[in-house]
């Protein structure tokens, strides 16, 4: 499976931003998809996930209410709808999917993921 990323840029704070991150590969042993993002000098953290079939999505407590995770079947992609973003917000986003089925939960860790895409850098001024 290849991930590609794209979406990223300057966006000022309080616009929204929409990365995709389209997939290729076989997709009946893909289980989720999620988004990480690592701003400068931080490690890399959670942002969002979503299941592959049913669509159900968690997301990182700080970020409920400002991004929304999607996936398009047909397209095989994923997308993450950032609004409101703030210069906080401002790192380096991967996708990621998983072909190994966990609780909910475990996908909020990076070592659920099997394949990661390059990133897309999203910078937000003040």
């Known amino acids: 499976v290849q991930l590609q990323a794209s979406g990223g840029g300057l966006v000022q704070a309080g616009g929204s931003l929409r990365l995709s991150c389209a997939a290729s590969g076989r997709t009946d042993n893909r289980y989720a998809m999620g988004w990480f993002r690592q701003a400068p000098g931080k490690e890399r953290e959670f942002v969002a996930t979503?299941?592959?079939?049913?669509?159900?999505?968690s997301y990182a407590d700080s970020l409920k209410g400002r991004f929304t995770i999607s996936r398009d079947i047909a397209k095989n992609t994923v997308y993450l709808q950032m609004s409101s973003l703030k210069p906080e917000d401002t790192a380096v986003y991967y996708c990621?999917?998983?072909?190994?089925?966990?609780?909910?939960?475990?996908?909020?860790?990076?070592?659920?993921?099997?394949?990661w895409g390059q990133g897309t850098l999203v910078t937000v001024s003040s």
């Open positions: 990621a999917a998983s072909q190994r089925y966990y609780d909910s939960y475990y996908y909020t860790r990076q070592s659920s993921y099997d394949n």
């Open positions: 979503i299941r592959w079939s049913s669509s159900s999505t």
